[in-house]
Structure formats: C-alpha cells, structure tokens
C-alpha cells in the first residue's frame, strides 16, 4: 500500500510547483498526478508528449538518440552513420550496452562509430558530396556490412542536404540498401518522433523486401522478438523461455538483429513486443499489410514472466500452452529461491523511478515479487497510451510525473523518502551524492541482463547491493561535514 494518503500526494504536487512562475507551473501541474487504479484514460489525470518549457531542466533524448540509439543502431550487421558534428556520433556510440555476436569491424559494427564529422564549410556549402565519399570509403573498408543508414542530425536539415538523393544513387552503385533517416535531433518534442521516424524508414526501405520471395520455409510457431534492445544480453535470456516453449524466433529487433531478420519479420506468425513505444509503429503497419497479429509481453520478475508466457501461449495450440506450463514450473525452484534470499532483506523497501520506453512501468512486477513497492514512476517521453498501461500498475494515491524536472525531482525524493531511486545516468550522481541509493535502470547500471529468469536472478541481486550496501552509513555530504575547529556533525542515515 502506498504510504501517502491521496490529499498529502497532492499537497506535495502543488508544494513542489509553488517555485514556478505562473506560466510555467500551470503547464508543469498538468504533468503531474495522483494515480488513480480506476481511470481508465489517463489524458483525464495527465498530460504526455508536449515541448518541455523552455529554461527548466529536462533529461530527454532528441530524435536522433530516438533513431539511431534505439532503433537503427543495435542493427549489428549494418554501419550506421551519424551524419553531422562528431559530437552526437560519439555520445551515442556503445553507450547502451546492447550486446552482439560476431567480428567487430568485419560483419559486426555496433561498437564503431562512423561520422562524417562536419565542419563549418559543410554548413555553408553543403555535405552531399562528403556522405557520397563516406559511402564510397565505407564500401571499400566493410565489404561485408550488408547496408548503411544515414542518420541526420540537426545541421542536416537546417541546410537542407537531400541525403535521399544520395543514398538512391549510393544503393545503385553498392547493391546494397544505403537508407536516408530524416531524424534530426531538432523534430519533434522528444526521442519519440525519432523512434517513429525510425519505424517508417524500415517500413519504406526493409520489410517488404522479401515480400515475393518464398524461399524461407515458414512453421506455425514463429515469432519475432520486437522492441527488445538486448541491454546487457536481455533479449538472449528471453529468446531461451519462447524456445523452450517450443516457438522459433525468426528475427529479433533490434538488439544482436540483422537486416536479413528485419526483412523476413512479415513471414511470422506472431510479433512479440516488449518496448511498446518504440516499436508499436511498424507492428501495426505489419498487422496491416501482412495481416501479423502483435502482442505485448513482460519478462521482468516470476510474475509478469509466468502471465506473459501463458498469454503468448494461448495464441498458439496446445501443445505449446502445455510447454508454456513446463516452462514455468522448471524454473519454479530457481526463482523461489531468490525470492527467499532477497526478499526479507527487501521487504517494504520504497522505490522511485524515472525512465523511457518501457521500464517505469514493466519493472514494477519484479519490484512486487521481491516485497518492495513502486511509490512514484515516470517517463521521460511517453504518450497517454503508455499512462494508460502504468495507472493499472501503480498502486492508488502513488506518485506520477512526466519529463519531471531536476527540481522537482529532487523535490519529491527529499519529502518521499525512497529507498531506492532508478533512472538514468544524468540523475545518478545526484541521488548518491544526497545519500540515496540508485540504480541506473537505461543500461542496468553496467549490469544485466533483467530479463527472464536468468535475469531476474541478476535483478534482485543488484537491488539487494545497492540498498544494503554499508557505505550509506558511512557517507556524508562534503557541505555537512563541519568547518575546522567545529564539532563532527553526525554521519548521515541510510535513505
């Protein structure tokens, strides 16, 4: 149950807008809620997917972190240029962790970073013949890299560069699919767009490839892993549960996937989406094209994981559904015994979260199985849609905010009191350095993976490390430690 009443969630809500200008906190107050179980859209409670104001701080991604480092990026058997300043190549480069199989540099080509590295005389006189020579050199380097994307960013459209232009006369000359994004970081109001410009790229340039080719021998048991980015090796650990149950995994989107997987996507008989915001796109479009129904599935803790495989189940016949059961009760005695490891060391533990894509609020069952209740959670760049699937999650009178601020943040934490905050790597250092333990829950913190049961085991495990870890005791601020000659102040408490 959550420890504060609905009136003092509120009172909390309007205490922490108080500091904001009149403007301002009338548009901040629509993005922040006391959840309530029994709505049913959340567009009555909260406001999602609009500009952040101008001047307060926020921590979302542009279109291109959308595009090219979710999206695009994982594909591993593609180079992916970041056409535009070093800069944003180099801050998107490996830094998700999503893991693969291969040779680096021969067939493999995640972990590289491929610019064009604009200068001023691009800006003024235009970069169109720099992409056609970077494509030129990036043929005679990787021969084996089975396609290019070219990934704009901002400078690109302010100028006006056709990367279309060159990129169809590219693929003419390489035989292979050179794909303009048009995902500068300027469209839009946040990562968002970029994952659905992403998704119409791949609609446009990909999935229909095959459509005419009938060489793959198809069963009725395939499905397609979509919208997991394989963070630390999730998607490995999910794909062995889906084949123990006896389903073929055809392609996996788009973490350790390749082009090839992409283009036969529309050939299974399922698509299974984990990341629902970044992928919903391009699985509608398949539903409507194809015909491929779609279904969106939670593998974080025991619980969502034994709901997800027996509703994946009941799609297919029953043989699979009676494999769905065999899978569950195998690992029965596994995940029993971390629950009663971890649980009594975790048991009422208060836990913040602030997210994207799918984790405020598919995290929160394996938070549930370990005794610790989720008292505030968000997205950086939601839609209503997303809200709709949290508000059912979250217990009533907990806490809601989207594209929450630093300020208000902190705020809510310092009167919350959480035992745990989760976010990402901009939050980090400031929840530790106010003495509150924290999880960088973008990239499992350098950890992972958090999916099935494998990595629930590794989930609780790492909670357990963080909040138990004696160092809270030990800490203190540098501004509460005294000035020389005053008495010690006392350590601070664990959070």
């Known amino acids: 149950m959550a ?80 056409h535009g300043p070093v800069g944003c190549g180099q801050y998107s480069r490996a830094g998700r962790r999503n893991y693969y199989t291969g040779m680096t540099g021969v067939n493999t080509f995640g972990t590289m970073n491929f610019t064009s590295d604009f200068q001023e005389k691009d800006i003024v006189f235009g970069g169109d013949k720099k992409l056609a020579k970077m494509l030129d050199e990036i043929e005679q380097l990787f021969p084996l890299s089975k396609g290019v994307s070219v990934q704009s960013e901002c400078p690109i459209g302010l100028i006006g560069d056709d990367i279309e232009s060159v990129s169809k006369q590219k693929t003419k000359e390489h035989n292979k699919p050179i794909i303009p994004v048009r995902c500068e970081g300027f469209r839009g109001v946040s990562q968002s767009l970029g994952h659905h410009i992403a998704n119409d790229s791949i609609r446009d340039h990909v999935v229909h490839n095959r459509d005419n080719d009938d060489s793959f021998e198809t069963t009725p048991y395939d499905v397609a892993i979509i919208g997991d980015y394989n963070i630390g090796g999730d998607a490995w650990s999910s794909r062995i549960l889906l084949e123990e149950m006896g389903l073929r ?86 995940y029993d015994a971390i629950i009663a490891k971890y649980r009594p060391r975790l048991e009422g533990k208060k836990v913040m979260l602030y997210v994207g894509g799918l984790r405020p609020r598919h995290i929160i069952g394996a938070y549930e199985d370990l005794g610790m209740e989720v008292v505030g959670t ?31 943040f902190e705020e809510f934490t310092k009167a919350i009191k959480p035992d745990l905050v989760g976010s990402g790597i901009k939050e980090k250092y400031i929840f530790q350095k106010m003495g509150i333990p924290f999880r960088q829950m973008h990239s499992w913190d350098y950890s992972g993976p958090y999916h099935g049961y494998d990595g629930f085991a590794i989930f609780a495990r790492d909670m357990d490390m963080t909040i138990n870890n004696p160092c809270w005791n030990s800490m203190q601020a540098p501004w509460l430690k005294p000035a020389e000659g005053e008495s010690e102040a006392p350590m601070a408490a664990s959070a």
């Open 3 to 82: 420890t504060m009443t609905r009136d003092e969630t509120q009172a909390l809500i309007q205490e922490v807008l108080e500091v904001y200008p009149e403007k301002a906190k009338k548009d901040r107050a629509k993005h922040l809620a006391v959840n309530d179980p029994s709505v049913e859209q959340s567009k009555k409670c909260i406001t999602s997917n609009r500009k952040s104001q101008p001047g307060v701080m926020t921590v979302r991604g542009c279109a291109y972190a959308g595009s090219k480092g979710v999206v695009w990026g994982p594909i591993k058997d593609m180079i992916h240029i970041s």
């Open 378 to 408: 968000g997205y950086e760049f939601a839609h209503n849609d997303d809200y709709d699937r949290t508000v059912k999650e979250m217990g009533d009178s907990t806490l809601l905010y989207d594209d929450v601020t630093g300020y208000e």
């Open 249 to 334: 995994v055809v392609a996996q989107w788009s973490g350790d996937g390749t082009l090839s997987e992409m283009e036969l996507t529309p050939k299974v008989k399922l698509n299974l989406i984990h990341c629902y915001r970044s992928m919903n796109y391009i699985s509608r479009h398949m539903e409507e094209r194809y015909g491929v129904p779609w279904m969106e599935y939670n593998l974080f803790g025991p619980t969502k994981i034994a709901e997800s495989l027996r509703k994946i189940a009941e799609f297919f016949d029953e043989t699979i559904q009676a494999n769905a059961e065999k899978v569950i009760a195998k690992y029965q005695a596994e």
